[in-house]
Structures are given as structure tokens and as C-alpha cells.
């Protein structure tokens, strides 16, 4: 493994910026931690807030990353508070926490880590711990002992495997303390712990360890998994595939709560799954307790019926699913207290021979997690069969980690989910306009969004746009042409690999064409028609086929018009084709609901911000229909209202989220305008 220090970037740090930089060293590197995972902390003396010098342990503060840590999230504590602990027998997961909280010198740092006390025990100033794929890969193999043996000649402290808290704490203080003189110490079946009186000694340390490893597990490989029969499926199967089933998983795991899925099929993947012995192996379970948070013990390994008819795929998926639930329920029951709040009982992670990879979650960072530790999880079982036979976690030791009391604790304290939590939103026209405006309150609300516009510049600029303020992860797009079937069917297929589905569809992408009738083109009123009526029907067709195969509802909505109730003299190819638009909708809505799948129509106003629609040329031609000056037909639209109320972009986005969200969940076959208040307009 690479040493990335560079003494000439660390020069002039002090403490804590030589500890952030170390720490983003280390979280930068895959191998070492992901997302998440490890810690690091240093010991310093500062002045309280009386003035008085003491010891204060600075430590990676809890939901912090170590790849992109900053100063404000260590937490910063009372070391000699901390350092009698170790004289205890025992402490419960809640004193600690309870105890570490009041050590806290600044409240307004973030809670310190679970692994704080294990810092603190340790006599030496600057401390570094990992979840090291190639230490893990020592430890979880049945030659333990003489494997580590062999490479570390005895030099190395040895922990075996409990769950994180006091007593992992104390057993590595006590080690430590009677061998002063080890390089480090490893937590079976966990990871690493070194030290020294730098960030850089302990960062040295941590990387000559990890390499002495590495060497190991490639000079002492013995064994390679074997590739099987399976051969390698057509590609154009394989993505038809994946878009036929992952729907059905999505409304198949969605049983118990809304899930968002992400595919993968990378070489690492496919190899793996490949392997005769991955079907046994990956149901030993997880390489570290951390990996097990996100992953769940075993993942579900499916043997599909890939004949392509959908009837059959389906009843396999659901009876391996329903099995593994089952299954999941007993294992609960085997091993709850009695007292635990029973978890979702779907696989995170779901591998499928020839297909590839899916993982699970309430959203794409979840997701996104998920499948990067399962990239590690790979790593590490192939190494330890390389030179042994990988073992995991006991079922009681992961059952006690996943419902360890302090993550439990979490689900309590978290926040309620926001009304589109978990939901996948795919809208058209996104590039500016009303479209940009919805895709970006949806996204605010916790959905997944997925912008499309003709304009694949404007495009994925709005995407860039709006991953400046929302977690990027829940935000994509690409360019998608809506009279266009090939078009939209890619769009939906890139939507599906990484979000697993559609929940919400806003039918949004428009054009204004004008004229009188008499000298209208036929091909300005066929593109019209096109666009405003086809490209709707296009789309929802696409949407109904993936909503009615996830089997969990949906809800569509048409942007309309004002014009669909009250049409405009010059403005006959728009007036006519938004009608059928309207039409359409509510076709949707008759034929949806038994699917729990609604249809509901907006009909804006006079929306001249931001938007393509109002060109120049539409603004000319609208002031000479009603007859008055271009430069007044802003004020002419709003002073036409009951309101006299400007209308802009946020105001549909409003209406747009109140039937894109439950809220309206008894609402079908609707046309709610939104136009400050147009009497000739009103739905009837
Ligand atoms: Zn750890």
C-alpha cells in the first residue's frame, strides 16, 4: 500500500491539522475504511476555559467521514476524565455514551466516537484505527493464529473478536499498556489499531502493517476461486433483463417500506458471481462488524429462471425474497432479548449469476454504501480463501451487531422522513421553466430525482445545479426526446440502474406553437401534436408499464394549460394538442386506479420566468391577439387574474408536490390550476 504523506503539504501543521490530514490519508484510500468507517484521535494539552492547562482528546466525532473530515467534526474531551475508566469491570453501552457526553469540553462538537474510550486507554498521543481489507483478510480465516504469526513474528497485539464498547476498550488498553513495545494491535475479524507521537508515526505505522499484509496474502496464495460454467450472457439479454426484474424487486422488497435499488454490474461483480464457490461463500457473512450495519448478515443469492418470460422470473424473485424474510424473522426470533425493534426484514445486498448486483436501501447514499462495502466484502472473502477458508462474525455476534443497543438508539433519535422519502421522480422539461422548479422542490421533499430535457447541455447543467445543495447522490438526468421511443427507453433504463424505478412522473416538456388556423403550417400543428400529446402519451405509457410491475402505486402529473379549459384564439396547434394532453390524464386515471396509480392535471398561467415557452416571438404574437403592447403583456396577464397575482415557476412546483406526495393520495382524474385566478378557467 501506497505512503501518500507528504512531508513538504504537512509542513507547519499543527496538531489537529496534522490529524485531519492524516485521517483524509486515510479515508481517501478504499482499502483501508469506507464511507464512514475508522477513526482517529489525538492527544493534546490546551488550556480549559478557566485557563488552566489540561489534556484534551480530540477524536473523530460520530456520522463524520474520515475522507472528508473537517476541524469542527472532532470532538474534543477531558482525557483525565476518561483514562480511570479502565479501572472498571463493566460499563453499559448507554453510560458510556452518557459519561463521554458529559466529558465534552465544547457541546457544540459532534458526539465522539463509539470507539473514544479505546482511544483514550491507549498511552500515546496520536492514534489511527481502520477496517483494512488485507488485516481483516488475515483474520477472518480459520489460521488465524499462525497466520498472523507467520507475519508479524509476534511484534503485534491480538484481540479477539466482541462488539465495540467498554470491554473491547479495555481489554485493548490492558494489552497495550503490559506490551508497550507492539507495532500495533489487531481486532479480529474488525481491524487495525496503531499509534505514535506524531499523526505521521501512526500513519506510517498503519501502512507498513497493511503492507506487510498485502505481501502476505500474494506470496502465501495457495487457492483461486474457480470460474463456473455459466458463460456470459448477451448484453442486450442481460439489460433487458435488468430492466424487466428490478422493477419487480423494487414493489417486491418495498412489502414492509419503500426502498430504492441500485444495480451493478462491474467486472468485479460479475466475476464474483461467476465463481463455483461464491454461492456458499457469500453466505458466510460479513468481513467486520462495520460492514455488517449496511450489508445485513448474508446477502440473497438467487437462482433465476432467465428464460425472459416475466410471469416465471417473477414467481422465482418472490418466492426467494419471501423466503429470505422468513428466514430473516426466525433468525430474529432465535436471537432477540425481547426487547429490540425488529428491522426491515429484505436483503440490503441481492446477487443474481450472469445479471449482476443490486443493493437496497431507503435512499442512494444508502445504496450507494452498500454496494461499495460489498466491493470490499468480495475483496476480502477471495483474499482469505486465497490463503485459508474465510469464516465471519458467529449468528449471535452479528445479530448482536445489528441490533447493537447504540444503533437502535439511532433509529430513535432520527428525524421523521420526508414526505418523498425513498421515492424516484422522473420529470420532463427539466432544463429550466417550471420543470427545473418542480425537480427541485421534489428533490428538497427527499425524492430522487431524475431530470430530462431534449437539451442535454442545459441538462446536466441543472443537475450540477441542484447537486450544490441536495445530497448529489439523489440527483441525475440525462437528455431524452419525448416523441422519441428509443429516446425515452434509454432514459428509463439509465433511471432503473440507479434508482431501481419510478414512484412520480411529471410530464412537464412542451412547446408553444402559434397561429390562426387558416395559415397554420401542417407541420407546426403536427409537431405540436407530436410533443404536447404524443410525447405525454410516450412517456406515461413507459411509466405505467414500470409502475404497474413495482405494483406500489404512483402518481403522474400533466403539466396543462389554462388553454385546456379556455383556448386561445391564434393559439390553435398549443389549445388543441394540451387538450388531448388533458384528455389523456384523466384516460390514465380511469384505467390507474385499480393499480393505485393517479393521474391529475396542472394548468398554469401566464409563467414568464425562466421559461422557454415565452419566447419572443410567442410574447409578440399573444400581445397582437389580445390586442395590446409587447412590452405591457406581463401586466396584462396578471391584471386579467381575480388575484392579480404575478404566477411563477415555485407556485406549480407547490401544486406539483402536493399531488406528487400522499398528501393527495385521494386524489385522481383532478385539474388544479394554478393561475392566480382565471374565471373563463375554471375546471368544470
Ligand atoms: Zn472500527
Redesign the pocket.
Known amino acids: 500500500m501506497e505512503n501518500l504523506w507528504s512531508d513538504s503539504e504537512a509542513k507547519g501543521m499543527n496538531d489537529l491539522d496534522s490529524l485531519v490530514y492524516m485521517s483524509r490519508l486515510i479515508g481517501a484510500n478504499t482499502e483501508l475504511v469506507v464511507w464512514g ?3 482517529t484521535s489525538i492527544k493534546v494539552t490546551e488550556p480549559d476555559i478557566a485557563g488552566n492547562d489540561i489534556e484534551v482528546l480530540k477524536i473523530k466525532g460520530s456520522g463524520s467521514d474520515l475522507k472528508t473530515i473537517r476541524h469542527n467534526q472532532f470532538a474534543h474531551l477531558r482525557q483525565a476524565d476518561i483514562v480511570p475508566l479502565i479501572e472498571r469491570k463493566d460499563m453499559t453501552d448507554e453510560d458510556m455514551v452518557d459519561y463521554l457526553d458529559k466529558c465534552m469540553l465544547d457541546p457544540k462538537n459532534p458526539r465522539p466516537s463509539v ?1 473514544t474510550l479505546l482511544h483514550a486507554f491507549l498511552p500515546f498521543k496520536c492514534v489511527a ?1 481502520s ?1 483494512a481489507d488485507a488485516i481483516v483478510s488475515l483474520t477472518n480465516n480459520v489460521d488465524q493464529q499462525k497466520v498472523l504469526t507467520d507475519v508479524y513474528k509476534g511484534n503485534m497485539g491480538l484481540v479477539e473478536y466482541i462488539r ?1 464498547g467498554f470491554l473491547l476498550s479495555k481489554l485493548v488498553g490492558e494489552q497495550v499498556i503490559q506490551n508497550p513495545n507492539l507495532r500495533g494491535v489487531i ?1 479480529a475479524k ?2 487495525l489499531f496503531t499509534w505514535g507521537d506524531t499523526a505521521k508515526e501512526a500513519y506510517d505505522r498503519h501502512i507498513d502493517l497493511v503492507t506487510e499484509a498485502e505481501t502476505y496474502l500474494k506470496d502465501h496464495q495457495i487457492k483461486t476461486l474457480t470460474h463456473g460454467h455459466t458463460h456470459d450472457l448477451d448484453p442486450d439479454k442481460q439489460k433487458s433483463l435488468v430492466e424487466i426484474l428490478t422493477p419487480m424487486m423494487r414493489g417486491l422488497i418495498s412489502k414492509t417500506s419503500k426502498k430504492v435499488l441500485k444495480y451493478d454490474n462491474s467486472k468485479e461483480i460479475m466475476n464474483f458471481l461467476s465463481y463455483q464457490e461464491s454461492p456458499e461463500l457469500s453466505q458466510i457473512g460479513p468481513a467486520t462488524p ?1 460492514h455488517l450495519i449496511h450489508t445485513k448478515q448474508k446477502p440473497l443469492w438467487v437462482e433465476l429462471d432467465k428464460s425472459g418470460d416475466s410471469n416465471a422470473m417473477y414467481t422465482s424473485l418472490k418466492t426467494q425474497l419471501d423466503d429470505y424474510a422468513i428466514n430473516y424473522d426466525k433468525w430474529y426470533e432465535q436471537h432477540t432479548s425481547g426487547s429490540d425493534i425488529k428491522l426491515d426484514p429484505f436483503p440490503r445486498v441481492i446477487l443474481i449469476p450472469q445479471l449482476g448486483m443490486w443493493t437496497t436501501g431507503k435512499d442512494a447514499k444508502a445504496t450507494t454504501i452498500t454496494g461499495d462495502i460489498y466491493h470490499h466484502t468480495i475483496n476480502v472473502m477471495t483474499k482469505s480463501e486465497g490463503i485459508s477458508s474465510f469464516i465471519s462474525l458467529s449468528d449471535q455476534d452479528a445479530y448482536d451487531m445489528e441490533y447493537w443497543p447504540l444503533e437502535q438508539y439511532k433509529l430513535t433519535l432520527a428525524p421523521p422522513d420526508k414526505d418523498l422519502a425513498s421515492k424516484v421522480a422522473l420529470i420532463t422539461g427539466a432544463a429550466n421553466g417550471i420543470g427545473k422548479a418542480i425537480a427541485a422542490t421534489l428533490a428538497t421533499e427527499g425524492a430522487h430525482v431524475f431530470l430530462t430535457d431534449i437539451d442535454e447541455t442545459k441538462v446536466q447543467e441543472v443537475v450540477e445545479e441542484l447537486k450544490d445543495t441536495i445530497d448529489p447522490l439523489r440527483i441525475s438526468g440525462c437528455s431524452m426526446d419525448v416523441t422519441n421511443q428509443q429516446s425515452i427507453k434509454e432514459s428509463y433504463s439509465q433511471l432503473i440502474r440507479q434508482f431501481g424505478g419510478i414512484d412520480i412522473l411529471v410530464s412537464n416538456a412542451g412547446i408553444a406553437p402559434d397561429g390562426a388556423i387558416d395559415t397554420l403550417e401542417l407541420a407546426d400543428w403536427q409537431r405540436s401534436l407530436d410533443i404536447n400529446t404524443t410525447g405525454h402519451f410516450l412517456v406515461a405509457s413507459h411509466s405505467l408499464r414500470i409502475m404497474k410491475s413495482q405494483d406500489t402505486g404512483g402518481s403522474m402529473i400533466f403539466i396543462g394549460t389554462k388553454n385546456i379549459p379556455a383556448p386561445g384564439a391564434e393559439f390553435g396547434a398549443y389549445s388543441v394538442a394540451k387538450a388531448a394532453e388533458g384528455q389523456l390524464a384523466r384516460i390514465i386515471a380511469l384505467e390507474g386506479g385499480e393499480f393505485g396509480i393517479r393521474a391529475n392535471i396542472i394548468n398554469p398561467d401566464a409563467v414568464f420566468q425562466g421559461t422557454n415557452l415565452w419566447s419572443d416571438k410567442i410574447k409578440e404574437a399573444r400581445a397582437s391577439a389580445h390586442g395590446i403592447d409587447v412590452t405591457k403583456i406581463e401586466e396584462f396577464y396578471q391584471n386579467r387574474s381575480l388575484l392579480k397575482k404575478p404566477v411563477f415557476a415555485e407556485d406549480v412546483a407547490e401544486a406539483a408536490l402536493f399531488l406528487a406526495s400522499d398528501r393527495s393520495s385521494k386524489t385522481t382524474g383532478a385539474m388544479i390550476p394554478v393561475d392566480s385566478g382565471v374565471k373563463e378557467a375554471f375546471p368544470r
Do not use: I, Q, R
Open positions: 468507517g475508522g477513526n470507539e484505527h477496517h465495540p481486532l474488525h481491524g462495520d
